[in-house]
């Protein structure tokens, strides 16, 4: 049996992998302050980007996507003002994207949607 978190980093990894091959470049994985956790922080270009993701095995039930709401959006904001904060970055261009992996992770589809809000 396999445990929700052990899936959850899995479907990070392969999310990371994806969004490299992409041409993002890893900063920093599951950083974790007080106000929340970030998935992925990455650059694209000029912009540092802070990527949620979600694994699904099926739809079912409600998709990745919907499970963002606008309570998990303010905890992401926050966690990325104490990443910048105490990265001692000057405000960069930033934005949040959201990676939602669905099906079996031996081979997921992906959904990538950038500047997801």
């Keep these: ?3 929700t978190g052990m ?6 990894k392969l999310a990371a992998k994806y969004l490299q091959q992409r041409k993002l470049t890893l900063i920093e994985t599951n950083y974790r302050c007080k106000l929340g956790e970030l998935d992925l ?18 739809p079912d039930f409600g998709g990745a996507l919907e ?6 959006q303010a905890k992401l904001l926050k966690a ?3 990443y910048l904060i105490t ?6 261009p930033a934005r949040f994207d959201i990676i939602c992996l669905t099906g079996q992770l031996s081979k997921p589809q ?3 949607i950038k500047n997801a809000f």
């Design 80 to 82: 990325a003002q104490h």
């Design 41 to 58: 922080v990455m650059w694209d270009q000029d912009y540092l980007v802070f990527v949620e993701v979600r694994y699904r095995k099926s």
């Design 1 to 3: 049996m396999i445990k």
């Design 7 to 12: 899936l959850g980093n899995r479907a990070e």
């Design 87 to 92: 990265r001692n970055q000057s405000e960069p």
């Design 67 to 72: 499970s963002i709401d606008r309570h998990k």
């Design 110 to 112: 992906y959904q990538w």
